[in-house]
């Protein structure tokens, strides 16, 4: 019951990221001069007319894939009155980071809420703080739930236990995920108190390319962050920490991603096995839809309320990061393409943009298909 509660979970907070991704671009453009047509929850087919809203017409759609923002003339060559194209550089800048910053700046507000309540998983060694106002609080760490068939599994660790310590290693100022990955395939021992009782059990954790994860538990982790005045400023700092650690993870990915696919036609072995392993680490540091809605909020669940709202602020704050990145289709691709075709003041045909956004189309599909068998194998 409670998987099924995280999966619903996970595509109401999918889909409402989305909507409010959207929400940013309608709100700017409609503050820039730009006529909004229409403003779609879901994709069509069209199900509902919802009427309209300050001369928006609002859509309930089908397919329920997020939501969209329909302005007049959206190609930088329209030029009528209302048209997104008619609107100035400047204006057509912010109508495009609109969507990025009302995702950016609602995962602050989230890691400010968190803060608030003395509730802010603490997952760096160095993270964002104040020093005068900052307080850390620490707690167990709590099994909320064990993969069939893990290493936890076949250990008999069960939800509910306190994980107490690692090889040795205190939990509470420790990062169990750290240790683990640290550890694949090897032998460790973890001291667990259950029922009041302490005790050890020794565990042969999972190789790194293993779908159910290293320990394979779900747990809530042990050191949270809280402030009081100094809240906000929390919030902010720890988006923008979380941004360069984003932005980082995403270029090692790719890098890991391009080394892989090239290193594959090597005629060296030892070269082809390590593109096997390069491969294998962008994937497990993937996540798709699939791998989000159907494991990733499910075990945020069985953590709690702090967990869902932490994991829903980490999606928001990648959404934005994503958008930004230079590639067709995505915000900050098609603000690039205007960008050059404005330095080297020369106007932007219709035709050229289809062929831009065409080419991320298909960079996107692919690398959907791609995230997507890689959630297929995890699950």
């Known amino acids: 019951m409670i998987t099924f509660i995280g999966i619903i979970i996970g595509i109401l907070s999918l889909i409402f990221l989305i909507i409010i991704h959207e929400l940013g671009h309608a709100i700017t453009a409609k503050k820039s001069g730009v006529v909004v047509q229409e403003f779609g929850i879901g994709f069509p ?12 017409l609002v859509t309930l759609n089908w397919l329920p894939l997020g939501g969209f923002c329909q302005m007049q003339g959206e190609y930088d060559s329209a030029k009528k009155k209302g048209d997104y194209g008619a609107a100035s550089y400047w204006n057509k800048t912010k109508i495009l980071i609109g969507g990025i910053a009302i995702n950016w700046f609602f995962a602050a507000f989230l890691f400010m809420v968190l803060a608030l309540f003395g509730s802010m998983p603490k997952i760096f060694d160095n993270q964002f703080s104040i020093g005068s106002d900052t307080y850390t609080r620490t707690s167990n760490v709590t099994v909320t739930d064990v993969v069939s068939n893990s290493p936890a599994a076949k250990a008999g660790i069960k939800s509910g236990d306190e994980l107490i310590s690692f090889n040795g290693k205190s939990l509470i100022n420790t ?9 694949a395939g090897k032998q460790v021992s973890i001291k667990i108190k259950r029922d009041g009782e302490t005790f050890n059990k020794e565990v042969t954790l999972n190789p790194a390319n293993s779908s159910s994860g290293y320990l394979g538990v779900a747990y809530g982790e042990g050191q949270y962050i809280g402030a009081t005045w100094s809240a906000p400023l929390l919030g902010l700092g720890t988006a923008i920490q979380f941004t360069g650690e984003t932005i980082a993870g995403v270029g090692s990915t790719l890098v890991n991603l391009y080394n892989g696919v090239i290193h594959q036609f090597s005629s060296d072995q030892t070269v082809k096995n390590q593109a096997d392993k390069d491969i294998s680490d962008a994937s497990q540091n993937v996540a798709g839809p699939i791998s989000i809605v159907g494991i990733i909020f499910p ?6 309320p702090v967990q869902v709202i932490y994991l829903i602020a980490v999606i928001s704050l990648t959404l934005a990061i994503m958008n930004m990145l230079p590639i067709p289709a995505m915000d900050g691709g098609r603000w690039l393409l205007m960008t050059i075709y404005k330095l080297i003041r020369k106007p932007l045909k219709e035709s050229t943009e289809e062929k831009f956004q065409a080419v991320g189309m298909i960079l996107i599909l692919v690398l959907t298909v791609l995230v997507v068998w890689a959630d297929i194998t995890k699950l």
């Open 45 to 56: 087919p069209r199900a509902k007319v919802l009427g309209k809203v300050k001369g928006v």
């Open 299 to 304: 075990a945020a669940s069985k953590g709690g």
């Open 175 to 183: 990062s169990l995920a750290s240790l683990t990955k640290d550890n």
